[in-house]
């Protein structure tokens, strides 16, 4: 979009699937906490903008490989509430019926092609992804999405060389919030730019402030378009915060309180909304209604989730690519 209604329109769009991430994590956060519902998860709460950065830059028929971390970026990517919430809870409107749990929530129609619960899992599987979207001539490009920690495994170095080497249409996103779990980053590797590391593969490599969407959307952009035109794979360092913590429930008690502090000062969701108001984009009435409507599509797709059954035992013998082989004792 090159006039100025259009560019209006993604930063409208960017701040609405901003407000939904936010909405559906803090909806989480209180239930579970209350003891309204129960279920596992790893909040992305602080991480907006570069999931709906991703969801604006991304086409409908580019595919994405994200994480256990993912609300967000499933959100962005178009997933239905329902289908997260309902993974999330076990109910049989979630995206694998319930069966799959929180950690491996996917939806091909949708271009989510993997969420995994092993770090540095994804980059391998989304490298087979953009090499077989090569081999067939699509105009497609897979993204991945990872953390800072993934980029200390094996399977990161490799999916990264290959990648590389055979220059596949792939974006690597690092969402650095600068703890692998528990662990700073400044304990797990001596480079100050997690982006540095993509000199050693031969691609480019650029460093953005993940709190940012419009930076992020510019940055990935060009990455995505240097991918179709051939010049393979760009590795995108986003740098954020994550406010709680690894899973909900840590303490946090290893995160310094002013570092913290300092991060949720500069939470991307009110930031972006105060910059789209003085930036006369939208009047705030408008961006209240965006809230409003954000917290009635979480409420209105937790009481779907809530009102959907269990996965009954007929469930164990669905989905299962082959019959078990018995073998002669």
């Known amino acids: 979009m090159s006039d100025g209604q259009g560019a209006a329109g993604v930063e409208r769009r960017l701040y609405e699937l901003m407000a939904l991430m936010k909405a559906a994590d803090d909806r989480l956060s209180q239930g579970i906490g209350t003891g309204e519902f129960m279920c596992v998860y790893w909040p992305s709460r602080g991480q907006e903008a570069i999931a709906a950065a991703m969801g604006v830059a991304l086409r409908p028929d580019d595919q994405l490989v994200t994480t256990y971390r993912g609300l967000h970026d499933l959100i962005g990517k178009g997933v239905p509430l329902e289908e997260i919430y309902g993974e999330m809870m076990g109910r049989t409107v979630g995206a694998g019926r319930g069966k799959g749990g929180s950690m491996h929530i996917a939806n091909p129609a949708r271009g989510v092609m993997l969420s995994t619960g092993i770090v540095g899992a994804g980059p391998p599987v989304?490298?087979?992804?953009?090499?077989?979207?090569?081999?067939?001539?699509?105009?497609?490009?897979?993204?991945?999405?990872?953390?800072?920690?993934?980029?200390?495994?094996?399977?990161?170095?490799?999916?990264?060389?290959?990648?590389?080497?055979?220059?596949?249409?792939?974006?690597?996103?690092?969402?650095?919030?600068?703890?692998?779990?528990?662990?700073?980053?400044?304990?797990?590797?001596?480079?100050?730019?997690?982006?540095?590391?993509?000199?050693?593969?031969?691609?480019?490599?650029?460093?953005?402030?993940?709190?940012?969407?419009?930076?992020?959307?510019?940055?990935?952009?060009?990455?995505?378009?240097?991918?179709?035109?051939?010049?393979?794979?760009?590795?995108?360092?986003?740098?954020?915060?994550?406010?709680?913590?690894?899973?909900?429930?840590?303490?946090?008690?290893?995160?310094?309180?002013?570092?913290?502090?300092?991060?949720?000062?500069?939470?991307?969701?009110?930031?972006f909304r105060d910059q789209l108001a003085e930036a006369g984009i939208c009047d705030r009435d408008e961006l209240d209604r965006i809230d409003e409507e954000a917290l009635a599509a979480v409420e209105a797709a937790l009481r779907t989730v809530m009102s959907a059954e269990a996965p009954s035992i007929d469930e164990l013998d669905r989905d299962v690519y082959a019959a078990p082989i018995k073998f002669p004792v």
Not at 170 to 175: A, W
Not at 202 to 216: E, Q, S
Not at 224 to 253: I, K, N, Q
């Open 126 to 271: 989304a490298g087979g992804l953009a090499m077989a979207a090569k081999r067939k001539g699509l105009d497609r490009v897979t993204a991945v999405s990872f953390g800072d920690g993934a980029t200390n495994t094996g399977s990161f170095h490799e999916a990264a060389n290959m990648a590389a080497l055979w220059d596949l249409p792939m974006v690597f996103v690092c969402q650095n919030n600068l703890y692998a779990e528990m662990t700073p980053t400044a304990d797990t590797m001596k480079l100050e730019c997690v982006a540095d590391r993509a000199a050693g593969y031969g691609m480019p490599g650029v460093r953005v402030d993940g709190n940012d969407p419009l930076a992020i959307k510019s940055t990935l952009d060009e990455a995505l378009w240097r991918a179709r035109a051939g010049g393979g794979p760009t590795f995108v360092e986003c740098v954020t915060f994550r406010f709680r913590g690894h899973y909900f429930g840590d303490r946090m008690s290893y995160i310094p309180k002013d570092q913290l502090a300092a991060a949720i000062e500069a939470d991307p969701v009110p930031r």
